[in-house]
Structure formats: structure tokens, C-alpha cells
């Protein structure tokens, strides 16, 4: 794990420093925002080269398993520190979430995408986080396109979400049977790290009223920390790791009004995606770990956000 601490410090690193750069000369806003949305993600392998253990599937289909979030409904809240300025500008956002929830399912495959077991739990949020820059590239002079204002950006950022999936319902196959709520069936850390760029285009509509358009394309280190409360022949928690390399688009559009003087209104809606690359390594309780495994994830989000800003 030290080298994702070390993920960890580079992205503080990167993100102090690009404050540090900002420059003082610049206008300063504090705000905060609620975002609300809608994800999916899935994790899956493929083992379909092993021999399953006995007493299991007779061999393993490709892909072997599919551990996917549909959906995760979530709110967080947000809080934003922006600075303005003749020579630069930068948005630093720190979310954390408040409520969410959604389904959890498991399905496994034997060869010849039979399906061996398909089981769904409820999910319940833990305790997490995220911060992103986003920081504007120095420019000689201000670009127009279509009579918006053109900023291109670099963004930098990391996360840490975890989740709990909950009891058992069976589905189509299931050879271990039903579970109540009360029983934590699987647990996930995802830890991130990101770096992209973007470019926010900016329409003024009137004295007080602007639109935002935000484009940005990221690459991102995915991280999942995975614990199969229910496989003790994984060996301890967490028992299953996936290492991903993820290129993912995003959009966002939104329009703020000034209420007062120094006093701003806004509300938007959001949507990405993002394709995923790696590898999965699995625990074993009576030898050596299992792996690494070809992986692979697929992930979506959309929403809304409501947010109100004050600037000095």
C-alpha cells in the first residue's frame, strides 16, 4: 500500500502547489453546493485460464464475475474556494457525502457465460471524500469562440469512497441462498487519483447572469480495496485488489445569477463516463494470492447541483 500513500502525497503536492501559483492578486470566492446523482460501475476479471476449487463451478466463464453498482444514488456537499484574477484563475473543491444509497449486485459465470450465482444487496455509504483543482492555463490573451469566453484548464485531484453491501436477495442463480439486511455481505474501498484537462466556456447574459460550460478529459488511477465477508477461503479482509488505469469525459453545464452584491446563485447538471484497464489480484487463505488477473470497469454518472457563492 505505500505506493498509493504515495499517490496520495503526489496529488496533495500537485494541488498545493497550483495554489500556491495562483498569484494573491485575485478576487476570492467561498461557496458551497449539494450535488445530487445517479452512477453506475462495474468491476469485472476474467479467471476463465484457472481451475476452479472443488466443490465450485466447473470452470470459470469470461468474464468470470461482474461486481456492479446499479445504481448508486448519492448527495454530497461541497465546498468550493475560487480565485479570480488578470492573470490567472482556479476552482478548489472539496466534497463529502451526506446521503446515499442503491443496489449492489453479484453475478458469476462459468464457461459458456452460463450464469452460476446472481445476488443483489442493498448499499450503504461510509465515511469518504474527494478534492479537485481545477486550474487556468496561462493565457496572453482571453480566447473567444461564438462570443464565449474560452479558459483552457489542467485539473488534478483524488478520492476515497466506501460502501457496504448488505443482506442477500437471489436472482436468476444463487447456490448460497437469501440473507438478512443485518449481515454485511461485501465491502469496498475505491480510492482515486486524477489528472486532466478541460476547457470552461463562459456565456455572459446579462450584468448579473452568466452560462458555464465545462469539457474535460481525465486520466485516473482506480484503486479497489475489496472485502468478501462471506469467502473465508480468500483469507483475511480486505482479500481482492483491483488496479485500474481509467481515461474518463465529463460535461457540465450551469447558470449563475448575482442576487446582491457579491452574492451568487447557481444551478447545473452534470454527466461523464469512464472506461477502465488493469489487473485483480485475489487472497488465499491456504497458499500464495491469486493473480494478477486481467480486469476491466466501466462507470457513469448524472446528475443535478445547487449552489450559492460569496466573494470578497
Not at 496529488?11 to 497550483?18: D, H, K, N, V, Y
Not at 483491483?242 to 445569477?257: K, N, S
Request: charged share 15%; net charge negative.
Amino acid at each position: 500500500m505505500d505506493w498509493r500513500r504515495g499517490l496520495a502525497r503526489a496529488g496533495l503536492a500537485l494541488i498545493a502547489g497550483g495554489m500556491a501559483s495562483a498569484g494573491a492578486a485575485m478576487d476570492i470566492s467561498v461557496g458551497t453546493q449539494v450535488r445530487l446523482n445517479a452512477g453506475y460501475l462495474s468491476l469485472n476479471h476474467d479467471a476463465s485460464g484457472l481451475t476452479p476449487p472443488a466443490g465450485g463451478m466447473t470452470s470459470y466463464g469470461d468474464p468470470t464475475s461482474i461486481l456492479s453498482y446499479e445504481p448508486l444514488y448519492r448527495a454530497d456537499i461541497e465546498f468550493v474556494l475560487s480565485g479570480r484574477g488578470e492573470d490567472g484563475w482556479f476552482d478548489l473543491i472539496a466534497g463529502f457525502p451526506i446521503a446515499g444509497g442503491g443496489t449492489f449486485a453479484d453475478r458469476d459465470y462459468e464457461a459458456g457465460q452460463a450464469l452460476y450465482s446472481e445476488t443483489f444487496s442493498d448499499l450503504a455509504l461510509g465515511h469518504g471524500g474527494s478534492v479537485n483543482l481545477r486550474f487556468g492555463l496561462p493565457m496572453e490573451d482571453e480566447l473567444f469562440w461564438g462570443g464565449m469566453a474560452v479558459r483552457p484548464y489542467v485539473s488534478a485531484g483524488m478520492g476515497l469512497e466506501r460502501s457496504a453491501a448488505k443482506g442477500l436477495t437471489c436472482g436468476a442463480a444463487c447456490p448460497t441462498g437469501a440473507l438478512p439486511a443485518s449481515v454485511t455481505v461485501i465491502g469496498q474501498d475505491l480510492f482515486s487519483v486524477s489528472a486532466g484537462l478541460g476547457v470552461w466556456l463562459e456565456q455572459e447574459i446579462s450584468a448579473t447572469e452568466a452560462f458555464d460550460l465545462r469539457l474535460e478529459v481525465s486520466g485516473d488511477y482506480l484503486g479497489v480495496s475489496d472485502s468478501h465477508y462471506l469467502r473465508p477461503d480468500l483469507g483475511p479482509v480486505p482479500n481482492i485488489a483491483y488496479d485500474l488505469a481509467t481515461l474518463g469525459v465529463r460535461a457540465e453545464a450551469g447558470y449563475r445569477v448575482e442576487m446582491a452584491e457579491g452574492v451568487q446563485l447557481s444551478a447545473g447538471a452534470f454527466a461523464g463516463g469512464q472506461l477502465g484497464l488493469g489487473q485483480v489480484t485475489f487472497g488465499n487463505a491456504g497458499g500464495p494470492q491469486t493473480g494478477p488477473i486481467t480486469a476491466w470497469s466501466v462507470a457513469g454518472e448524472a446528475g443535478v447541483m445547487l449552489g450559492a457563492t460569496v466573494s470578497f
